[in-house]
């Protein structure tokens, strides 16, 4: 079945160091991808999504390239901030009704960043 | 501005008693989701309803219920049959996937703890 696979954390950079977050997919078709965000104690805010290979989706300085020829939707940011410290999370879900279109998580990376 | 709303924050319940989780939103989403959520763990998925009067088991719904009544609440009881109900637990909506995919929007989370 589908699945996703992120690298474990947890993550500790320097502030304004750059940041790198794998996530590779496996899936039938072609499906969405997500990255997630959640602060402590919140519930999870859609950072950015790309629908199609090759779509980039970008937000808050952070950008994702869906890349079918590796199944990867690494997440990147060229400068990280004490406020970025987080949970964050992939996820694919596919485009056709029903079930299929449920999410499927990664199982999250704790990102830590010191000033 | 529309939403989705969880409450109470925080909840506390005593050995073998049945407990409702409150989800409601007003996004005019059709689709509805329970996930739960322990330490440093990633998400795993209770109950999701696709639409008003039908639900479907997730991966770990053993021990809980749901309703769905009406388009905007999707409850979830945590009953005694629950062994380890301690957990953080989120709520979700979507609109149906064929129209693609736009992901979840996430409540703010219960933190439900067994006093």
């Known amino acids: 079945g589908d699945s996703v696979t992120q690298m474990e954390g947890p993550v500790t950079l320097s502030e304004e160091a750059f940041l790198t977050i794998n996530c590779t997919y496996t899936?039938?078709?072609?499906?969405?991808l997500f990255w997630y965000v959640q602060y402590p104690g919140e519930g999870l805010q859609l950072l950015l999504k790309a629908t199609k290979a090759d779509d980039k989706g970008s937000n808050k300085g952070f950008e994702a390239t869906y890349r079918k020829e590796t199944t990867s939707f690494h997440l990147e940011k060229g400068s990280v901030q004490v406020s970025d410290s987080a949970v964050y999370f992939c996820a694919l879900g596919g485009n056709y009704g029903g079930s299929q279109g449920n999410l499927i998580f990664g199982k999250g990376t704790k990102l830590s960043v010191k000033p | 501005d529309g939403g989705i709303t969880q409450s109470p924050k925080y909840l506390f319940r005593k050995e073998g008693q049945n407990v409702t989780l409150s989800c409601e939103q007003n996004?005019?989403?059709?689709?509805m989701y329970w996930y739960r959520q322990d330490p440093g763990q990633g998400l795993r998925l209770i109950y999701y309803?696709?639409?008003?009067?039908?639900?479907q088991k997730g991966d770990i719904a053993e021990g809980y219920s749901v309703s769905r009544e009406k388009k905007e609440s999707f409850p979830l009881t945590v009953t005694s049959a629950q062994k380890n109900p301690t957990a953080f637990y989120l709520c979700?909506?979507?609109?149906?996937?064929?129209?693609?995919?736009?992901?979840?929007?996430f409540g703010s989370g219960t933190r439900l703890t067994v006093v």
């Open positions: 979700a909506s979507s609109i149906p996937s064929n129209r693609g995919n736009y992901g979840y929007t």
């Open positions: 996004l005019n989403h059709d689709a």
């Open positions: 309803s696709q639409i008003v009067n039908d639900f």
């Open positions: 899936a039938t078709g072609y499906p969405s």
